[in-house]
């Protein structure tokens, strides 16, 4: 009978202390996270220095949480994968050197996994059957981007967002307009009590790019709250919130599937943090369905930053006899195309 290859994975890329197990690519025997949403909220957004230092309060802690969920020991394992780029340096530090040291300790190969491919990857956690070739757009807090997927680990770049990331702008908007972080989730929540129509806000086309721009639409927004301050007039949150939404989600939207029609590929795939925002997995899955192109998304809990799609890419890097070496260091500005 053939051993089951045993994967341990952790990611410490920016807020979120994760550690997950995984048997053969894609059975979670342990996925388990530590959220920093709440002591960062009070600044706004995250701050480095704290989240390292929580990432180093938790993250031994978590991976004898996984062991203990998944039922396995070290000896069970057969390779150990860790986040190594692109994010905070210093978060990063704390999953590399974490994971560096169990796998010398244990002689265990080690696998280097980058952030975005373990968000592609998010989507093969439940969805086996995706076929190639795919497009898949990518939406988070740092990166907006449209990417074509020959092969596993065979990626080839688009277009990409020229300033601010979706995500960076729904934060910034949701800053802007008193309403917290993280921005996503609360923008999302709003948009569904507004009026799209009221408040109309512009569309970056850039021509027939591939590329996208969010400064603009951002710059729109709070020049209207700040006239809107300077005159005395009561803003419709609401309505601004389905705005700038719809703003930022028809943009995503028909550049996906204009990119999907020109190079004739019938799978699309959404990843990322912005890949749980309700509007744009509705509006996204009924796009695609009038043009016969088949969509696949993640659930919920594997679109925000989780080891298990770092476990599930790493396999696929392991199945393929890549390793890292002892000297696999954290790289914030990591690129995957």
Sequence with gaps: MTKKEILLAIETSCDETAVA????GRDI???????QIQIHRQFGGVVPEIASRQHLEQVNRL???????????FDDLSAIAVTYGPGLVGALLVGVSTAKALAYSRELPLVGVNHIEGHIYANWLVHPEIE????????????TALVEVTAHGKYSLLGQTLDDAAGEAFDKVARAMGLGYPGGPLIDALAREGNPQKLPLPRSWLGNSYDFSFSGLKTAVLNYLNKSSMKGEEINKADLAAGFQAS??????EKTV????NKN???????????ANSALREQLRKRCERENITLYYPPMEFCTDNAAMIACAGHYHYCKGERADWYLNAVPNLRLF
């Design 132 to 143: 190639f070739p795919a497009l898949c757009l990518i939406v988070s807090g740092g990166h």
């Design 258 to 261: 204009m990119a999907a029609k």
């Design 29 to 35: 025997l342990a996925n388990v996270i530590v959220s």
């Design 248 to 253: 930022v989600l028809e943009v995503l939207i």
């Design 265 to 275: 590929i019938k799978t699309v795939l959404l990843a990322g943090g912005v890949a």
């Design 63 to 73: 991976v004898d949480a996984a062991l203990k969920e998944a039922e396995v020991s």
């Design 21 to 24: 197990i995984l048997s053969d």
